[in-house]
């Protein structure tokens, strides 16, 4: 079974920094691209960025450019969201996500609340 564990969340203020982790298991991690999800309380999940296997391109929502990377560490089977400039808005519950044999996995989530 696909196993996806976030961890790292937490209360920070605005302007702040966190990491947040996502240690995988029980499949070719390197083969798979991995997604960081976000969902605020009444809407709906998005997506906030994407890194291919190999870590060679990432993808970002445009509300996290230039604040947010996504990194991954192929030996370690994880991956990672490097979350800098936090506003109010980036308050969330945050998913690790991949999508394998056509079945999305998803990991428990990890809450990040930004509030002074």
């Known amino acids: 079974q696909v196993q996806l564990v976030e961890s790292g969340g937490g209360l920070v203020q605005p302007g702040g920094s966190l990491r947040l982790s996502c240690v995988a298991s029980?499949?070719?991690?390197?083969?798979?691209?991995m997604n960081w999800y976000r969902q605020a309380p009444g809407k709906e999940r998005e997506l906030v960025a994407s890194?291919?296997?190999?870590?060679?391109?990432?993808n970002y929502a445009d509300s996290v450019k230039g604040r947010f990377t996504i990194s991954r560490d192929n030996i370690k089977n994880t991956v990672y969201l490097h979350m800098n400039s936090l506003k109010p808005e980036d308050t969330a519950v945050y998913y690790c996500?991949?999508?394998?044999?056509?079945?999305?996995?998803w990991g428990q989530g990890t809450q990040v609340t930004v509030s002074s």
């Open positions: 996500n991949a999508r394998i044999q056509a079945t999305m996995r």
């Open positions: 029980r499949f070719t991690f390197s083969m798979y691209t």
């Open positions: 890194i291919t296997g190999g870590g060679g391109s990432t």
